[in-house]
């Protein structure tokens, strides 16, 4: 029988970890410990406890043997196929989607590889689901980063933040820029506030780097061939296109000089496939209360974040601060995480010579712990 499947999910695991530059060495970041697995174990978790049974991870050339024998250590029954990059050139993300692209024939779930999340991932997607969305993002509202402060000399690099407006009626994700693009003031375009009428702005969300897009958003990319990042290029993009409206036939058209048709927008791709126009019409469901407004206000594009409340647990090991405060909550976290309570602290290949060891630590693989020590 042949099987239908309604996502297929990626991985992406080829970041160098530029802001971790004294923590892994010659390690990956993707293969950084954090509790007894590495990170990228996480997200291959995250993805198995809702049900895929496969997903593709994007490595580094260079790191592809390495990561190989690290998740063959690691309790995992979802299929991965490692694809591996070129390791000597700077690809972005969205360059590695683009080298993936024929292998994808359904929508996508895009992860990132040093993401730790006890969020059940189901209600990303029932979201998009709902709303038969063009994009759902995820974000988390865990409010100030107290992973900010660290021992040592102070830590003088200012955090990326995002701007991020979302409608609280409906949770359309409706305005996404960085704020370093901003020196003052911020401008809400008029369109955006007098389309939705009860905007929310967030300026300290965490960015889960969790996506779930349709195929034709590959299509779209691959054919403008301009998109080196996902977040900082191709996301905006989408988001901003949705205040736009689709062109008239007679003004879509136009040809160079050799009579090659020229670039089409993202109105020829983001279609409506099959009867969704014409349930939607004959449906009296309408995401606005009292029906004030046409359903979805007539967007063939539309983008939604989910933000969970402020106890879940979120967090993206890509800098200093984040690895070491994802190692000191992992425990207290683990069941949640995973399910099931940790068994076993001590790896099997460690050497502990101690029994001075908290509770809430893990001792990881060819460690030594000597006598007369306390962790």
Same mark, same amino acid.
């Given at each position: 029988?042949?099987?239908?499947?309604?996502?297929?999910? !990626?991985?992406?695991?080829?970041?160098?970890?530029?802001?971790?530059?004294?923590?892994?060495?010659?390690?990956?970041?993707?293969?950084?410990?954090?509790?007894?697995?590495? *990170?990228?174990?996480?997200?291959?978790?995250?993805?198995?406890?809702?049900?895929?049974?496969?997903?593709?991870?994007?490595?580094?050339?260079?790191?592809?043997?390495?990561?190989?024998?690290?998740?063959?250590?690691?309790?995992?029954?979802?299929? /991965?196929?490692? @694809?591996?990059?070129?390791?000597?050139?700077?690809?972005?993300?969205?360059?590695?989607?683009?080298?993936?692209?024929?292998?994808?024939?359904?929508?996508?779930? *895009?992860?990132?590889?040093?993401? @730790?999340?006890?969020?059940?991932?189901?209600? !990303?997607?029932?979201? /998009?689901?709902? +709303? $038969?969305?063009?994009?759902?993002?995820?974000?988390?509202?865990?409010?100030?980063?107290?992973?900010? =402060?660290?021992?040592?000399?102070?830590?003088?690099?200012?955090?990326?933040?995002?701007?991020?407006?979302?409608?609280?009626?409906?949770?359309?994700?409706?305005?996404?820029?960085?704020? #370093?693009?901003?020196?003052?003031?911020?401008?809400?375009?008029?369109?955006?506030?007098?389309?939705?009428?009860?905007?929310?702005?967030?300026?300290?969300?965490?960015?889960? +780097?969790? /996506?779930?897009?349709?195929?034709?958003?590959?299509?779209?990319?691959? $054919? %403008?061939?301009?998109?080196?990042?996902?977040?900082?290029?191709?996301?905006?993009? &989408? *988001?901003? =296109?949705?205040?736009?409206?689709?062109?008239?036939?007679?003004?879509?058209?136009?040809?160079?000089?050799?009579?090659?048709?020229?670039?089409?927008?993202?109105?020829?791709?983001?279609?409506?496939?099959?009867?969704?126009?014409?349930?939607?019409?004959?449906?009296?469901?309408? $995401?606005?209360?009292?029906?004030? =407004?046409?359903? /979805?206000?007539?967007?063939?594009?539309?983008?939604? %974040? +989910?933000?969970?409340?402020?106890?879940?647990?979120? @967090?993206?090991?890509?800098?200093?601060?984040?690895?070491?405060?994802?190692?000191?909550? &992992?425990?207290?976290?683990?069941?949640?995480?995973?399910? #099931?309570?940790?068994?076993?602290?001590? +790896?099997?290949?460690?050497?502990?010579?101690?029994?001075? &060891? $908290?509770?809430?630590?893990? !001792?990881?693989?060819?460690? *030594?712990?000597?006598?007369?020590?306390?962790?």
């Amino acid at each position: 029988m042949h099987k239908i499947l309604e996502f297929q999910a !990626v991985v992406l695991a080829a970041g160098k970890g530029s802001r971790l530059p004294d923590v892994g060495g010659s390690v990956s970041k993707c293969l950084l410990p954090v509790g007894p697995y590495p *990170v990228l174990w996480y997200s291959l978790n995250m993805l198995e406890k809702v049900g895929f049974q496969e997903t593709m991870i994007v490595v580094l050339d260079e790191d592809k043997s390495n990561i190989l024998n690290a998740l063959e250590n690691c309790p995992l029954k979802i299929k /991965y196929e490692l @694809i591996d990059i070129p390791s000597e050139e700077d690809w972005g993300t969205a360059n590695s989607l683009k080298y993936i692209s024929n292998r994808v024939t359904t929508d996508l779930v *895009v992860v990132s590889g040093d993401l @730790i999340t006890n969020i059940n991932l189901n209600e !990303v997607l029932n979201l /998009y689901r709902k +709303h $038969d969305a063009a994009l759902t993002t995820l974000f988390f509202n865990n409010g100030p980063e107290e992973w900010q =402060k660290l021992p040592g000399l102070p830590n003088k690099t200012k955090p990326d933040r995002d701007l991020v407006c979302v409608d609280e009626e409906t949770q359309r994700l409706v305005f996404l820029a960085s704020a #370093s693009d901003f020196e003052g003031n911020v401008s809400i375009p008029k369109l955006l506030v007098k389309k939705f009428e009860s905007i929310n702005m967030y300026s300290r969300l965490l960015d889960a +780097h969790v /996506y779930v897009m349709k195929k034709w958003i590959i299509n779209y990319f691959i $054919d %403008a061939d301009r998109f080196t990042s996902i977040k900082g290029e191709l996301i905006p993009l &989408i *988001v901003k =296109k949705q205040l736009s409206k689709p062109k008239n036939p007679a003004e879509k058209k136009g040809t160079s000089e050799k009579n090659v048709e020229l670039f089409k927008d993202i109105f020829y791709y983001a279609v409506d496939q099959g009867y969704e126009s014409k349930i939607r019409q004959m449906s009296a469901y309408n $995401d606005h209360k009292l029906g004030s =407004k046409p359903v /979805y206000c007539n967007d063939t594009l539309r983008c939604y %974040a +989910h933000i969970p409340d402020k106890n879940t647990f979120g @967090i993206r090991v890509n800098t200093l601060s984040s690895f070491c405060l994802s190692n000191k909550k &992992i425990i207290s976290q683990w069941k949640d995480l995973t399910g #099931s309570p940790l068994t076993d602290r001590l +790896h099997p290949n460690s050497e502990v010579k101690t029994k001075q &060891i $908290d509770e809430t630590c893990t !001792v990881g693989e060819k460690s *030594v712990v000597n006598e007369k020590t306390s962790i």
